[in-house]
């Protein structure tokens, strides 16, 4: 709350802050085992002030649900805290800009997982070349948190908001893969 009302809500560290209608900070339980990272707002966060709250959230929480929890009991974040105009993908100067406060809520929120959702979050926090469908299904590590704190696993997986322009059988079993080797780490 103190990195969300000091910091955040006032940022403007890059051209963002000039269309938005607020910050997006992030939400959900402070202990969670399992943090999701998107992409950035769309237009019902931005009016919201809420994560994953139009469309793409409620295939999120289907999923979440689906993994036996309650949107309540996991972290929800983004790669950056202002919605890009038009909903275009975040500059990397913009994601970089924003990055090292969702380093602090990782550091603070200290997940057993992390969870990216789509190729913004995947490259932001992984440092890797290789694309979303490539990448998917595979663990990781998130090194950000080191030396003082943890390595973290992260698993990428496809954005919901992509599932929803191409909600193939395939492209489905393929996500459900990638949160069943969630639930077995964490158990
Ligand atoms: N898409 C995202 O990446 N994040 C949100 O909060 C909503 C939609």
């Known amino acids: 709350e103190e990195l969300d009302l000091n910091e955040v809500r006032g940022c403007t560290k890059c051209v963002l802050c000039e269309n938005r209608t607020q910050t997006v900070f992030g939400e959900g339980d402070a202990e969670a085992k399992i ?8 237009q019902r966060e931005d009016e919201s ?9 409620a295939l999120l929480e289907k999923e979440i649900a689906a993994m036996g929890l309650q949107r309540s009991q996991v ?19 913009e994601v970089a800009a924003c990055s090292p406060f969702l380093q602090r809520q990782i550091q603070i929120i200290r997940p057993t997982v ?8 995947a490259k932001l926090l992984l440092d890797i070349r290789e694309g979303i469908t490539r990448a998917r299904g595979k663990w990781f ?7 003082e704190g943890p390595q973290i696993p992260v698993m990428p997986t496809f954005h ?8 193939t059988a395939e492209n489905r079993r ?13 158990g």
């Open 35 to 42: 943090m999701f990272i998107g992409e950035g707002p769309g």
């Open 49 to 57: 002030g809420r994560p994953f709250v139009g469309r793409a959230g």
């Open 141 to 147: 590590t998130y090194d950000g948190l080191m030396p």
């Open 160 to 167: 919901p908001a992509y599932l929803l322009r191409s909600y």
């Open 114 to 121: 992390i969870i990216t959702l789509g190729g913004p979050a």
């Open 75 to 93: 972290y929800i974040a983004n790669a950056v805290k202002c919605r890009p105009p038009n909903n275009r993908t975040p500059a990397p100067t």
């Open 174 to 186: 393929r996500v459900w893969s990638d949160l069943q080797k969630v639930m077995e780490r964490v």
